[in-house]
């Protein structure tokens, strides 16, 4: 039984981990030294960093949104 628990608790650690290094390498950030400081924290600590980083990711992202500007002048 433990044994049991013991793999499934590693094997969410690894995909929390292995999601984190994906979203990083996918996200854009305002400056690039961040994504760069983010993938070293990640792999060094893979699960606090892992949560630290999906908890603080929003205000360090920056986010492209489409403003609605129509064009009804053709």
Same mark, same amino acid.
């Not at 433990?2 to 996200?27: G, H, P, R, V």
């Not at 630290?52 to 053709?74: C, E, V």
């Given at each position: 039984?433990?044994? !049991?628990?013991? *793999? @499934?608790? #590693?094997?969410?650690? &690894?995909?929390?981990? +292995?999601?984190?290094? $994906?979203?990083?390498?996918?996200?854009?950030?305002?400056?690039? !030294?961040?994504? *760069? @400081?983010? #993938?070293?924290?990640? &792999?060094?600590?893979? +699960?606090?960093?892992? $949560?630290?980083?999906?908890?603080?990711?929003?205000?360090?992202?920056?986010?492209?949104?489409?403003? #609605?500007?129509?064009?009804?002048?053709?």
């Amino acid at each position: 039984m433990t044994e !049991i628990l013991i *793999i @499934i608790l #590693f094997t969410l650690t &690894i995909i929390l981990w +292995i999601w984190a290094l $994906i979203d990083i390498y996918k996200s854009h950030f305002e400056k690039r !030294i961040f994504k *760069i @400081i983010w #993938f070293i924290t990640v &792999i060094v600590f893979p +699960i606090l960093g892992s $949560i630290i980083y999906f908890q603080l990711k929003n205000k360090m992202t920056s986010k492209q949104r489409r403003k #609605f500007q129509p064009n009804f002048r053709n």
